[in-house]
């Protein structure tokens, strides 16, 4: 069973930065696309930001120019900077990747970082 570990999440004022990461073991083969979608009280769960393996990025319309995903092949791990956040961004931050191993090929999901901005 691969479980992706997330760290970073917190409050932040309106403006602030916060980095979130979310690693997968290093006993996996690969993780292939990796991205962050968050949640919203009373909300659909929804894409923020992908990336490649090779670093191709797709971003929402709500984040372009203020978030950033980038990722580490070596260490297996995915980031979301997020600046210029506003109160709208609270949410469930959850990671997701397409993990490889040595007998499997399936997306697994982390278990979620609360992110809060106060307005």
């Known amino acids: 069973q691969v479980q992706l570990v997330e760290s970073g999440g917190g409050l932040v004022q309106a403006g602030g930065s916060l980095r979130v990461s979310c690693a997968a073991p290093g006993s996996i083969v690969s993780a292939n696309d990796m991205g962050w979608y968050r949640q919203a009280a009373g909300k659909q769960r929804e894409l923020v930001a992908a990336?490649?393996?090779?670093?191709?990025?797709n971003y929402a319309d709500f984040v372009k120019g203020r978030f950033t995903i980038s990722r580490d092949n070596a260490k297996n791990t995915v980031y979301l900077q997020m600046n210029s956040l506003k109160p709208e961004d609270t949410a469930v931050y959850y990671c997701n990747a397409d993990i490889l191993t040595r007998t499997t090929l399936r997306t697994y999901w982390g278990q979620g970082t609360q992110v809060t901005v106060s307005s």
């Open positions: 990336i490649s393996k090779i670093g191709s990025t």
